[in-house]
């Protein structure tokens, strides 16, 4: 924020009127031809005025974004003068493109170091202030005699610049101002006696110390240091208090005492009219009550706390809603600081959806025993309003009214089953899902209203609704004369269903059955034949052949793992983790707290406050379409949805959903189960099984049993969620009409890693052949035979010998055309027979191409633009899970995945071919075509080609 007042713009430039005065307009005006060449005689006009009204065309024609740079020298030639106004236009022309012109801004360093030594302080401060923010290294290495001047100087306002132009020089070089000892002289601001020097010192060293922690052991913050920055708060602008705040909020006091003397001397800042002071005070004043030990010092603290942040919320929407979330916060840590004000969360009519949301979490929160009549009253006003999603939470509020305030649940209920008869779809919806909650809190107690709300079922059409009356229905099927009849009708369109209802409508089946094992033979039979046989979701065939297994080996066993007692739900299940809630308390008024995501998860280079092992491996945003991290919100208002989501636990905080594709090995069985499948099961089973004891290996509840269901299937030997490598049909080799009666046909396939060319030799002849070799020539990837032919000769006429030949890539290179052409021989004992043949490039995917996530970006833009081809792609349907297994199967890894502000899934993936060629890839898929983009990139051009015939063959197959 210190940048964004000190910073050179057209405001901030104090005295100069362009843009500021409707006469200025002319300047913006002029169509001249030659025009470069009239301002160049204008700027070396002996006439002052003639060369300012020159000046200005030039930073007009620079403003609207003509390329004056031409005249560099000429307005560098302007410097040498009296008149402050156009001393400061020239700077500003400096600033744009001394970049652009490093060796002439060279020539302005005299004039600079000039005017740090000019009796006017705005003339010192205005050249110290402008070789700060010209980035170029040789004018760097002459600033740091005259910064060195300035932050002693004996006019506050050039120290204050200079405090700013040390963080400036310290982005450009750390290393100079680390051995200049600008560091420790920053140190000695911070006790200066104007307080917008020690404000813009404090903002310096939080800069530094943001890019650079290790800076933190050159400059101490003691506590006579504390005191003169609680002096200062007192007398710097809003801005400077900020900063102030912000500094002793990192501040650990030496005891109890200067705890309570810290926050004695910050409480009076609560009371400013601005929002973010407040905030930031309030922030230091949570921190420090953790330290505090007194317990009436901390109430009386928290009474006061109460007052100034109820009065946020009469400011405008923007301002309440990022005061709402800060507060959301404060109450997660510390309900009691509002524990009397939940009326001032109460929703007003015209508050926006956003902080109407907001307010309603809060409500929840605040809720207990002594206030929970009002807040019901007012969730069920809520939930008659027009706003769709707003009544959705309401009702959802209510559900959690009653599992965190026990003695109210028989009123929500009572509440939840009025909404219901209102017959509004999506009320009743939501209230069936909550009331399945209260179920899980509340075991055996509130049954009774199952008859109710099973007359909704026609009513239900969203997923989340009809997973939790399946659940409902399976939990107490003992009760529900007809809830085989229920189930049995979501079943008729099993395959229609969203996966969430599909595994309840399984689990739910299984249920009943062992409830009434007679009655429901045929529904259970039905049910895992659906999700095992016919299903591609590998979750939900998973679950079919675990519940296969239990019910086929020990119905006991099945019986204690379904019906099990479940645990009781908590009272708070979206409380944030504890380690993390204290860390966003840390950074209260900063994006962290409206996130609700601690700073490494959209900055890059954050140091956390508190010391806690984050990994800070976050991209830069300006990586190729990976900028926008709003891909990834989980469960978060929309208002409040950041990029990435968290993987691994905070390891890696992403911009996008980073996907893991790794599948362990498969772990074989240690002890063999008995095959019981053609042994009579328990009576709870019948013979329900007895029908699919053994069949040929053609679906997948009979190829689960090799020795049985029981014996030696192992659920987690079905590879990768049901993807293997691709394998080809086999292609005709040789034609046994011009190979003498040989015909050869093969496929190339990887398995295990490995590359091998599967064939079959036939023999179309009258005679034996036999005496087989085959040898490869020259080609672009090496490929070559890891050891000889081994056929078993002789061939009788008429028959065929099968050979998996297994290859390696570490023959002799020569370029072909296309690449992964291959010329080949093959001898017999008749004679010598040569033809071509292509080897797929997804055989010469190796397992060594999964890169890592923060690699990604710096490798995509390190391989320039022109490297970069375009293809769309047929994928006949496929979902995006299918598309990830087909893809990880065959060698080509999903780095990460996210969604596009337009809706598109966006896949990021990565490959490399046995020869180390790395092929980096985007796909971009939208819901409902039946296409997607790719995007290929690589150093190496020749290869795209061939990737992109691997990616069709492997999508559209």
């Known amino acids: ?51 300012k009204e020159a000046v200005k065309k030039v930073i007009a024609s620079m403003t609207v974004g003509k390329d004056v740079s031409g005249l560099f020298t000429d307005v560098t030639m302007c410097m040498q003068t009296d008149n402050l106004e156009l001393k400061k236009l020239v700077y500003l022309y400096l600033i744009n493109y001394a970049k652009t012109q490093p060796d002439l801004a060279i020539l302005a360093v005299n004039t600079f170091v000039k005017d740090c030594e000019d009796p006017n302080p705005l003339i010192r401060a205005l050249a110290v202030r402008t070789m700060g923010c010209i980035r170029v290294e040789k004018i760097t290495e002459y600033l740091c005699e005259p910064l060195r001047k300035c932050l002693k100087d004996d006019d506050p306002y050039v120290r204050k610049t200079a405090a700013v132009c040390v963080a400036k020089l310290h982005d450009i070089s750390a290393a100079r101002v680390e051995d200049q000892g600008f560091l420790e002289t920053l140190g000695e601001l911070l006790c200066d006696s104007n307080p917008m020097v020690v404000a813009n010192a404090v903002a310096a060293i939080t800069e530094i110390l943001d890019t650079n922690p290790n800076a933190a052991k050159q400059v101490k913050i003691d506590t006579p240091t504390v005191n003169k920055l609680l002096t200062a708060l007192n007398e710097c602008t809003e801005w400077g208090q900020i900063f102030i705040l912000d500094s002793l909020n990192n501040y650990n006091p030496r005891d109890e005492k200067e705890s309570i003397s810290i926050c004695e001397r910050i409480t009076p800042r609560l009371a400013h009219a601005n929002a973010a002071v407040v905030l930031s005070a309030v922030k230091v004043l949570m921190k420090l009550m953790d330290q505090i030990a007194n317990v009436e010092f901390v109430q009386m603290l928290q009474k006061k706390l ?3 942040l109820v009065t946020l919320l009469s400011a405008e929407a923007e301002i309440q809603y990022v005061a709402l979330r800060n507060i959301n916060l404060i109450v997660q840590k510390r309900p009691d600081i509002l524990k009397h004000e939940i009326k001032a969360f109460f929703v ?26 009002q807040v019901l009253a007012e969730l069920k006003e809520y939930a008659t309003e027009v706003d769709v999603d707003f009544v959705r939470k309401a009702v959802r509020a209510i559900g ?63 997923p989340e609704a009809r997973a939790a009356m399946i659940w409902i229905v399976g939990e107490y099927a003992e009760r529900i004369d007809n809830a085989d009849e229920i189930l049995q009708s979501f079943l008729d369109g099993f395959h229609d269903e969203n996966t969430q209802v599909q595994l309840q409508l399984l689990t739910a089946i299984v249920k009943l059955f062992l409830k009434k094992p007679q009655e429901t033979q045929e529904l259970v039979q039905k049910v895992l034949s659906l999700a095992t046989q016919d299903s591609d979701n590998p979750d939900l065939r998973d679950r079919g052949y675990i519940y296969w297994r239990l019910l086929s080996t020990d119905p006991a066993a099945a019986k204690e793992v379904v019906l099990a007692e479940k645990p009781l739900i908590s009272e708070e299940t979206d409380l944030i983790e504890p380690t993390l809630l204290d860390e966003l308390v840390g950074h209260i008024s900063s994006l962290a707290s409206v996130y609700h995501r601690p700073p490494s998860a959209f900055v890059e280079g954050r140091v956390p406050v508190r010391k806690i092992a984050i990994n800070r491996n976050v991209e830069s945003d300006d990586t190729h379409e990976i900028e926008d991290e709003h891909v990834y919100a989980d469960g978060e208002d929309a208002a409040a949805q950041i990029p990435p989501d968290t993987i691994g636990g905070g390891e890696n905080l992403l911009i996008g959903d980073l996907l893991s594709l790794d599948y362990p090995a498969p772990t074989p069985a240690t002890q063999p189960v008995t095959n019981t ?121 008429g028959t065929t010998a099968s050979v998996s030949l297994p290859l390696v890539t570490t023959g002799a290179v020569m370029k072909m055309n296309p690449l992964n ?44 633009d022109d490297k970069e081809q375009k293809y769309q792609l047929a994928i006949n349907n496929k979902t995006q899970a299918q598309i990830e297994g087909i893809l990880k199967a065959n060698n080509v890894f999903v780095v990460a995945t996210r969604q596009s502000n337009e809706g598109e899934s966006l896949i990021y993936i990565s490959l490399m071919f046995t020869n180390n060629i790395l092929v980096l890839g ?36």
Not at 679 to 693: C, H, R, T, Y
Not at 757 to 763: A, G, T, V, Y
Not at 771 to 782: D, E, T
Not at 821 to 844: S, T
Request: one cysteine or more; glycine letters at 6%.
């Open 1 to 51: 924020e210190y940048k964004s007042y000190l910073s050179f713009s057209m405001v901030s430039l104090g005295g100069i009127s362009i843009g500021s005065k409707m006469s200025d307009s002319k300047y913006f005006n002029t169509q001249k031809k030659g025009e470069i060449y009239e301002l160049k005689n204008e700027l070396n006009s002996d006439k002052k005025e003639k060369k």
């Open 306 to 308: 109460a007052p100034p």
């Open 348 to 373: 007003k009519y015209n508050d926006p959806i956003y902080v109407k949301l907001e307010k309603l979490d809060i409500m929840i929160r605040l809720s207990a025993q002594a206030n929970i009549n």
């Open 400 to 462: 959690r009214c009653a599992i965190k305030v026990e003695p109210s649940a028989e009123r929500c209920v009572q509440t939840l089953l009025e909404l219901i008869q209102t017959k509004v779809n999506y009320v009743v919806q939501e209230a069936i899902v909550v009331i399945k909650d209260i179920f899980r809190k509340y075991p055996n107690k509130y049954e009774c209203i199952i008859s109710t709300l099973c007359e909704n079922l026609d009513s239900l059409d969203e």
């Open 677 to 797: 499948m053609n042994q009579p099961v328990a009576d709870l089973l019948g013979d329900i099984f007895s029908d699919m004891s053994v069949q040929p290996q053609t679906s997948a509840p009979a190829a689960a049993t090799a020795g049985g269901l029981g014996g030696g299937f192992d659920l987690f030997s079905l590879g990768m969620g049901g993807y293997t490598n691709h394998v080809a049909p086999h292609q005709t080799m040789l034609d046994p009409a011009n190979a003498k009666g040989l015909e050869v046909t093969a496929t190339f396939v990887r398995r295990n890693n490995a590359i091998f060319m599967d064939m079959n030799i036939s023999n179309r002849a009258m005679a034996n052949m036999g005496g087989f070799a085959i040898q490869f020539n020259k080609n672009s990837f090496g490929i070559t035979p890891g050891s000889a032919l081994n056929v078993q000769s002789p061939i009788t006429p």
């Open 821 to 864: 052409r291959v010329q080949i021989a093959m001898k017999n004992d008749i004679d010598v027979f040569y033809f071509d043949c292509i080897v797929p490039a997804y055989v010469l995917f190796k397992a060594e191409g999964c890169m890592e996530r923060n690699q990604f970006p710096s490798t995509w833009r390190e391989i320039p």
């Open 922 to 957: 985007e796909l971009k898929l939208r819901s409902g075509l039946p296409s997607i983009e790719v995007s290929l990139k690589t150093h190496a051009m020749d290869v795209i080609p061939e990737v992109y015939n691997s990616l069709r063959t492997l999508l559209e197959s």
